[in-house]
Structure formats: C-alpha cells, structure tokens
C-alpha cells in the first residue's frame, strides 16, 4: 500500500511550530529560534530532526516537565576566548546559539573561542550551529552528548549517545562543506523515521543483548529505552569494520560535553532517577575559528573548493553516477524542495492535528485535511 505523503510549505510549518511553542510557554523570540533549528532541518532534507521531532522530543517533554519552556541561560565561568555555560534545562536550540553566538563574538577578536555547556536539552541539528560560524567567515565545531544509545566495541550495553562531532566550512561554491553525522551507524531520528513508515531497518544499525543485528525499529525504540537493544558505533559490529573508530569518536565528544564544563554523563543522561522521568542534562561545545587569522578568507575558500572539486571528479567506481562531497546532498535536498516544502506521512500528519487541537491553535488548516 503506497503511503500518503502531503507536502507542506515551509513558511507554514516554521509557524506553526513557533506558535506551538509559543502556547508551551517558550517566549516568543525563543519560539522563533527553536522553529527555525527545527524547519531548517527539514529544508535541508533531513527529515528525523525537523517537525518529525516536534511532538516526541519537545513538545511532550515539555509537557511532561521535564524540559523547561523558558531558558535561564547563565555564564558560570568565562575568559577572553571561553566561556562555560549552565543550560539549566531550558530550551537546547536557544542555549547552543546563544553559546555558538558568544564563540564567534571571541573568535571576531582573539582568533579561535570555545564554549561549553552543561544541563541542556536536544538541540537539533548540530549542522545550524557550525554553519553560523561559515555565515561570519569562520570555521565552526560542534558536538553534543545524548541520552545513552552506542554499545562500546565488544559491548552489548548502551553507554554512549549518537554523539555527533560536526564541522562547517566556507568553501567558495554555492554551499558550504558541511559534515553533521552521529558517531553510530544510525540514529534514533531515522529509526523512527523507519517506524512511522513501518518498514524494516538495515542489518548491523541495532544489537540486542546477545549482540545479535535486530531490523524492528518499533522493537528497537522501545527496547533502547530499556537498555536490552544498543546502536552500533560507526564501523558496525566488532572490528572488522572498524568499529572500534566510531566508539573512540563517540567517547571523545562525550568527554567534550561534559568533563570541561563538570556536566553529566553516560547513563547520567538517561532521562530517569528512580523510575521517574528526569531532565537529560546533556552537554555541548561549540568552537569558533576565525579564518582571517590565519589566512585571507577568499584564498581559504578557493582551496578549499578545490579539494571539493578534485575529489568529486576523481574516477568514479563502476556504476556509480557521482561522488559527493558533505553538505552536497542537503543543498540539492534544499533546491528540491524550496518549491515543494516538507513531505509529512500520516502519521504525523495526525501528531501535527493532535498538537493543533491541544494548543488551540484553529487558526491553521492543513491541505491534507481536505
């Protein structure tokens, strides 16, 4: 049976996601930044951090009261090219600018900055936040610890999160060279991706407790939250693959997000003390380099290009059409879709009805309720 997919335009779901908020109790300014993080996701093509998340990941947690709608944002510590920061489980998209915002301020003047935060929440893609560094010329970095998901190499027992390590860079062609992926094989965003649709997910993404390859993302869902089911580091099972790469990665960003600025950590983050749900209490860090310190920007981006180049027409293995560069794939996604908008399954069209109707927000009409 051919699922239903209705295309909705973007200005329309980014207000829609404010306004959601905006009944949530999140400030109006704060609501306009956490849509964008959110819309920007979906313009880019990257459909399990966009509206796709608006409902499990935010707007129950908030709900549930166990992330805060308004962000107390403080700055516990601070030099002139860092600074530490305190979350306290406000809103994650508005903590990680904010902290991304003061890293480029630093790096305008000192050259390189680097902040880190502590007792924060999801922020969504990470890729927002390194291309804010591209945008003012600079290089950006960032990553983010998450709730507990990644089995170490030979472990079956989920310790680590999906822990992205992120990187923007100007280039001088139409988009930047953006690299925004987890350090697991998969993450939780497409394997719910794969349950809304209910199809079965590749071998190798999911372990049960025997380390055995599970394809049932419903059952692997639940069974993370259990901790009876890990996801793989990148590299997959063992060694062979070199999963052993991808679990040294994963640690590194853990250790990033949260021995710097004293923040949680591993099962610390799994969002439940005594049986009760809990804030996640996650950590970021975001670095700024500013380019013109060590180089002329414009020369910077032209090699930069050129490496880009070089290696998309290197020789083709046979059979493939082309070789991609990071951050290709979301521009062409974007220039797909800037006249389509955002493809939304039933089911989520019934979670963007149910949040409609518990905010009472009557003010939106959906296409695909006609």
């Known amino acids: 049976?051919?699922?239903?997919?209705?295309?909705?335009?973007?200005?329309?779901?980014?207000?829609?996601?404010?306004?959601?908020?905006?009944k949530l109790g999140v400030p109006q300014e704060d609501a306009k930044i956490c849509a964008n993080v959110l819309i920007e996701s979906d313009k880019r093509g990257i459909?399990?951090?966009?509206?796709?998340?608006?409902?499990?990941?935010?707007?129950?947690?908030?709900?549930?009261?166990?992330?805060?709608?308004?962000?107390?944002?403080?700055?516990?510590?601070?030099?002139?090219?860092?600074?530490?920061?305190?979350?306290?489980?406000?809103?994650?998209?508005?903590?990680?600018?904010?902290?991304?915002?003061?890293?480029?301020?630093?790096a305008t003047k000192y050259g390189i900055a680097m902040t880190a935060v502590r007792n924060s929440t999801h922020y969504g893609i990470a890729g927002y936040y390194a291309t804010m560094a591209v945008d003012k010329g600079m290089i950006g970095i960032t990553g983010t610890n998450a709730r507990p998901s990644i089995a170490?190499?030979?472990?079956?027992?989920?310790?680590?999160?999906?822990?992205?390590?992120?990187?923007?860079?100007?280039?001088?062609?139409?988009?930047p060279f953006v690299l925004d992926c987890a350090t697991s094989v998969s993450q939780r965003g497409k394997i719910e991706v794969y349950a809304r649709t209910g199809k079965s997910m590749p071998e190798g993404w999911v372990i049960d407790t025997n380390g055995k390859s599970t394809t049932d993302p419903v059952a692997a869902l639940s069974d993370l939250i259990k901790g009876t089911a890990a996801l793989t580091p990148l590299g997959g099972i063992g060694e062979d693959g070199a999963g052993y790469k991808g679990y040294g990665y994963a640690t590194v960003v853990e250790i990033l997000s949260a021995a710097l600025q004293g923040g949680s950590y591993l099962k610390m983050l799994s969002g439940f003390e005594n049986g009760k749900k809990v804030p996640y209490k996650l950590g970021h860090f975001f670095i700024a380099i500013n380019i013109s310190h060590f180089t002329e920007l414009e020369e910077f981006k032209k090699i930069t290009g050129d490496i880009l180049r070089q290696l998309r027409n290197s020789k083709k293995m046979p059979g493939a059409e082309r070789i991609y560069t990071a951050g290709e794939k979301e521009y062409l996604a974007w220039l797909d879709r800037k006249g389509r908008g955002v493809p939304v399954n039933e089911e989520l069209q019934k979670e963007i009805i149910q949040m409609r109707d518990e905010t009472g927000l009557s003010q939106y009409k959906f296409p695909f309720e006609n």
């Open 152 to 175: 170490p190499t030979f472990g079956v027992e989920n310790m680590l999160g999906t822990n992205p390590l992120v990187f923007g860079i100007p280039t001088d062609e139409e988009f």
């Open 1 to 22: 049976m051919e699922e239903k997919i209705v295309w909705l335009d973007f200005e329309l779901l980014e207000n829609f996601m404010r306004d959601v908020f905006i």
């Open 47 to 106: 459909d399990s951090h966009g509206i796709n998340r608006m409902k499990p990941i935010y707007y129950d947690r908030i709900k549930e009261g166990i992330q805060l709608p308004v962000t107390n944002f403080e700055i516990v510590k601070e030099s002139p090219a860092t600074a530490v920061i305190d979350g306290h489980n406000g809103m994650g998209h508005v903590i990680a600018k904010k902290a991304m915002d003061i890293a480029l301020d630093k």
